[in-house]
DNA sequence: GTCCCTTTGTGAACCGATGCACAAAGTGAG
DNA sequence: CTCACTTTGTGCATCGGTTCACAAAGGGAC
């Protein structure tokens, strides 16, 4: 039984491998734009900016993919993480809630480039549906489960109100949606088998100023050991 | 030598443990509002969408702040993280790029909220330049030193297309900033010292791709075997 | 063909993070 | 005061991920 070749393939690519596989892909790109045939995992890595053993365990996941003494086939590791991350099938998207933010990623670029296609619009408030965004028509969130089915959506992205987002998150999933980027800053209850992907902008800021503070600690000769301990600060 | 209390919140905090804590907030907040006075650890870490144990080690690298028996007082635990998070003081920060994105994060409530405050909007479109937007006025990025350092911005947002956030986030680390949130899907190169945190939507979609695809891969049986290697896919 | 040079792919040591499981500490009833 | 009960704080085993470092593989010169 010679399982070599797949045996990496076989079952599951580190988690830590799939986050930065997008990175790769992206440096790839601009190589191949730049016409560059093939590259060295040295180089694609420092593009990427992570080290390149790294790199080279990442890329081994996928299969073996380089040339010992030459490197990477650009073109061609660009076709095999593609394929890998299912960007070689087309993703249809759908927004739901269209504000401030909403209407930001439905006007985004940069989404169409890979596979994904902004195929809904939805909302709850009747002055914003009905709106022409981005070439699309702002759908009734009492549509959600018809639109849903009716233009294939698999991925949602939810950018709505706090407050909303765990009810949408229950009827999205409950027609069949299994994957979720989520925007509002809630920790979502999901059943088993439900990815949810979450971006938090406050709580990004939040982790800087702890950094930050602590820069700026170190300048001043941090805080005295007699002041760390103000005993018993009453609230 | 008594080091016992201060010995878990002497050096360093966990880099996992940071990127939870504004969740506990979150979810500290939320009860506080609501009147609960205490909080076990199991209800909290229900709440944040974390197991206890893990919830527990991560708190007591603050310090013991709980009561045995009774759980942690809602109140204090909002001020000691807080305090760690560095939120009891006021973070000025700046976004650069004003446009569909920029936009949106000018006008977020949200970010308000916490101890952030958006000190400034610079960009580099003459048309943009001279707007009001969220009772700021649009300045020029000509004045980008000037403005880090006259208003003590230290925090910047870049919402600029890819192309440009490289050389504005070297402007910004020349005038002393070494925090950046950086939404433009690029790797920074940025020297030691400076802390980069990003957020890529992109990314995260393709991430979702993956696994989406994953499922429904096994759904249809999974690639035969056969054709898991299509034997020299040539581009 | 042989030899030298480059670069991959990976075994193994290491490191940080997770989660179990329990002793220690505290509360409250009687 | 004692006892039963609750819940924290943490030692320890385990796990996933990172990094080093090198043998194996391939290319090209001659
Ligand atoms: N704007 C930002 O930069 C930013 C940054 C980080 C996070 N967020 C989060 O993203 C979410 C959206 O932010 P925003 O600034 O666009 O807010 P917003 O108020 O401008 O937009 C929210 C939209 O959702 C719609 N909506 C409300 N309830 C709905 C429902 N049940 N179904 C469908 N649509 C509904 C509203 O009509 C509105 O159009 C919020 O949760 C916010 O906290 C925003
Ligand atoms: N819109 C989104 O939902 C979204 C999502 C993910 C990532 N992004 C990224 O965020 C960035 C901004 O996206 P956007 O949709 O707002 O783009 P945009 O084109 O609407 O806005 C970019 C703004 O930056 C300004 N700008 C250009 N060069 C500048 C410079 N050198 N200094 C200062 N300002 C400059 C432009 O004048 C413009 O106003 C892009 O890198 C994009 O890839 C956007």
Known sequence: MIRRLSQARERGIPEAT?????????ALNGMAERGLATVSSE????AAGVNSAKLRKDLSHLGSYGTRGVGYDVEYLVYQISRELGLTQDWAVAIVGVGNLGRALANYGGFVSRGFRVAALLDADPEVVGDHIAGLNV????????VIRRRGVSIVVLA???AAAQQVAERVIAV?????LNFAPVVLAVPEGVDIRKVDLSIELQILAFHEQRKTDRMTGGPAMAE???EAVDL
């Open 139 to 146: 759908e009734h969130i009492d549509e959600l489960e018809a």
């Open 160 to 162: 709505t109100p706090a």
């Open 43 to 46: 180089d694609l890595a420092v």
């Open 176 to 180: 069949g949606v299994t994957s979720i």
């Open 18 to 26: 799939v986050a930065r596989l997008p990175l790769y892909l992206r």
């Open 228 to 230: 760390e301990w103000p």
